[in-house]
């Protein structure tokens, strides 16, 4: 089990007692009070998340993001690692199913015409909705680096 580093040592015990009794609920509920709650009783309206505990999130969302782009994708490892990223940020947002649907783009990166990705990336509902990050994003593909690099 993965957990927070604590300042404090907090005792098996404990934790078992307020498993057994809150429950362990891995999806959103409503609480008996209405509230909107996940985990061991963590009261999102009221609690919400620590920077912490989000980026400890966000990593791990990212972690799984990238090992479905590997299954997924069997151009994947071949990318260069900003074009990986642009992939893995494009899989986050849409989600894989969504980005599946971007057929002409995939089969560009699959046969390494980047410039025909960024542009397919560019000719699709989702760059409409996301606007000036799709621009920044194909860009990145076309060019297979980040400026910074």
Wanted: glycine share 6%; aromatic share 8%; net charge positive.
């Amino acid at each position: 089990m993965t957990q927070l580093k604590s300042q404090n040592k907090i005792s098996k015990t404990l934790l078992d007692r307020l498993v057994q009794h809150e429950g362990l609920r891995l999806k959103p509920y409503r609480c008996t009070k209405g509230y909107l709650t996940i985990g061991v009783g963590r009261n999102l309206q009221t609690n919400g998340l620590s920077k912490e505990e989000a980026f400890f999130l966000l990593e791990n969302d990212i972690l799984k993001v990238q090992h479905d782009c590997q299954k997924e994708f069997k151009f994947f490892n071949q990318l260069s690692p900003t074009r990986q990223e642009v992939l893995l940020e494009m899989a986050f947002n849409l989600g894989l199913k969504g980005l599946k649907g971007f057929k002409k783009f995939l089969k560009a990166l699959n046969e390494k015409d980047y410039l025909t990705a960024s542009k397919e990336m560019l000719n699709s509902s989702w760059a409409l909705e996301v606007k000036g990050r799709a621009k920044r994003l194909a860009l990145l593909m076309k060019e297979g680096k980040d400026s910074n690099e």
